[in-house]
Structure formats: structure tokens, C-alpha cells
């Protein structure tokens, strides 16, 4: 007997191992995957201006890689004596604006200097719902606790959503013709949008996602369904986190688990293994460091960590 639907995964065409460098945009499950990354040492950068959660938000962010962009004072603005700009997360805030001017422009040279060098871009999208400013038409990335009278509410339709697609990829594929572009849907629930509200949202993003890649088969694209994976073969509230919108640990190991398997070799997981090893121990704590014990584990670590980093030069266990 089965209990679940188990969904399919694809075999991703080009894989991950410990030559890749891998960015990671998007919505905090974007984030929930790269964390991974970086914990078995993989290349790894993630949302160099902060969580973003809807494609046009991503979308700005590749322009401004593209173009060199700088801000200036005209790119951010002081509320609550917080300086903040409309075009990054809220961890990008500081207290004075030369600082988040200086924060954000180094955050685009690098992201364009990492993107170049990608060899796989993720791209996770969490929802449809977008806030344009009254005064000017413009679509943010956060509102940052501005007054919501300030700003318009409404769902992106299909076609501009398609359209954002397109144009995500192409930037992408300009800047690096190489690169391959891994999209998923983000399976956080925003019920802040309201229950249909946020299945609205949804159904636009996989829609005109799923149209996009029907229509060019021919680039350099992946669909990963860590939206499906939760939401029809888990499916159950016991993988949620308690505020009952956020998948929980256990269902970020498991997506995790699926990812690993598209995307990497069983060679990679071997080495993977290895830096797991040492990770654990290095996160153990002794009873008695000066133990004759302890001293031969640690011997055993060193020698450990001195394989990996002849091999991995670019590895970090401090």
C-alpha cells in the first residue's frame, strides 16, 4: 500500500559538483537551499540585496547587474531614521545613507562578478502580489513598513509575469550564455494575501513559468518542483513550521534530499560525506579537551580537513 504521491523529479541535464558556483535568488526558501549549500562548502552566493520575493524584484536586480548600476541618494530614502531603499530586503537597512548607498553598489559588483561566473543561477519565486507606488507607477521589492496608502496592491497578471520570465533569462544568458537557470516556486504559503489570494498568486507563477519553459526547450533551463514536493506528496501540517505557512526542517531535508539526487553524482556525494564528517565534528563539544581521547580525534579531524582542503583549496572550516 502507498500513503503518499510520490512526485517526479528530472535528472538535472548539467550537475553540481565542487567546480560549480552556484547563485541563489529569490524568496527565504532561496535561502533555505543555498544554507545547505554552503554547509557541504559548495560556491555558493545568495540575495546580495536580501530576500526577494516576486520577479520583478529579481528581474531589476539582473538589470542592475548588467548595467553597472550605481545608486545614489535618489535610490533610497529615510523613514522611521532608517535609511532604506524600495529595491532591496530590509537587511540592506542602515543607519546612515552613505552606508546603504556604499552597501548596495558593492552588493551589485559583486553579484554581477558571481553571476558571471555562475554555473548554476537558482531562481525561487514566492509570489504573484506586487505593491506599486502611487506616485510614480513603480513596483517595489519591499515596502519597508511605509504607510500601505502610499502604494497600490495588485497581482501580476500571466502575461507580465511570462514576460518577466523571458526577460530574467535573458539577462541572465547575457551576462553568462553558460549558466544554467534552475526555477522553482516557493512553497511558503503567503496567507497574508488571503487563502485564494495566495493560490491566485500561485497558479500565475507555475502557469506562465511551466509556458515559458514549454516554449524554449531549447535554453538552458531546469524546473525543480519544490512546490509540488510539498504540496502534493507531503502535504501534511506536521512538515510546517509553527506558524503554520513556512515548511519546517524536516521538510527542507527531504526537498533537499530530491535536489541532491537530480542534481548530484554519486562521486560529489562521496566528497559531500567527507565535509559532512568533519562539519559534525567540529561541532562537537568535549567533556575534557586535554583528554588523551579528545587529542586523538582531533588528530584524526586535522588529517581529515587537510584532505579536503588539498583537493578544495577554496573550503572553510573555521
Known amino acids: 500500500m502507498k500513503f503518499s504521491t510520490v512526485v517526479p523529479v528530472d535528472e538535472a541535464l548539467v550537475k553540481i559538483d565542487y567546480n560549480s558556483k552556484i547563485v541563489s535568488l529569490g524568496s527565504c526558501f532561496a535561502v533555505n537551499m543555498a544554507q545547505k549549500f554552503k554547509r557541504f562548502q559548495f560556491k555558493t552566493e545568495t540575495n546580495p540585496v536580501g530576500i526577494l520575493f516576486h520577479p520583478l524584484a529579481i528581474q531589476r536586480l539582473l538589470e542592475y547587474a548588467i548595467t553597472n ?17 524600495f529595491d532591496a530586503h530590509s537587511d540592506m537597512n542602515e543607519l546612515e545613507e552613505d552606508a546603504i548607498i556604499e552597501s548596495l553598489n558593492n552588493a551589485v559588483i559583486e553579484f554581477s562578478k558571481s553571476l558571471r561566473e555562475a554555473s548554476h543561477v537558482f531562481l525561487t519565486f514566492g509570489t504573484a502580489w506586487v505593491y506599486e507606488r502611487k506616485e510614480d507607477s513603480r513596483v ?4 519597508h513598513k511605509v504607510a500601505q496608502d502610499v502604494f497600490e496592491k495588485r497581482l501580476l497578471s500571466y502575461d507580465e509575469i511570462l514576460q518577466s520570465y523571458q526577460e530574467i533569462t535573458r539577462l541572465i544568458h547575457e551576462l553568462n550564455p553558460n549558466a544554467q537557470i534552475v526555477f522553482t516556486v516557493s512553497p511558503v504559503r503567503h496567507i497574508k494575501d488571503g487563502f485564494v489570494g495566495n493560490q491566485r498568486s500561485k497558479a500565475n507563477l507555475i502557469g506562465a513559468l511551466h509556458q515559458f519553459l514549454d516554449e524554449n526547450l531549447d535554453v538552458k533551463c531546469f524546473y525543480f518542483p519544490a512546490f509540488e514536493l510539498v504540496m502534493d506528496e507531503l502535504r ?12 519546517n526542517q524536516l521538510a527542507i531535508d527531504y526537498i533537499w534530499e530530491r535536489l541532491l539526487k537530480s542534481f548530484v553524482s554519486s562521486e560529489t556525494m562521496m566528497i559531500m560525506k567527507k565535509v559532512e564528517e568533519v562539519t559534525k565534528a567540529m561541532e562537537h563539544r568535549p567533556f575534557n579537551p586535554t583528554s588523551e581521547q579528545h587529542l586523538k580525534f582531533m588528530d584524526s579531524l586535522i588529517d581529515k580537513i587537510d584532505y579536503l582542503l588539498d583537493r578544495y583549496p577554496f573550503m572553510s572550516f573555521r
Request: proline share 3%.
Open 69 to 85: 548600476y550605481e545608486f545614489s541618494s535618489k535610490d533610497v530614502f529615510l523613514y522611521n531614521e532608517i535609511w532604506s531603499c
Open 140 to 143: 517595489v521589492a519591499n515596502c
Open 236 to 247: 501534511d501540517y506536521r512538515f510546517y513550521d509553527q506558524d503554520m505557512l513556512h515548511p
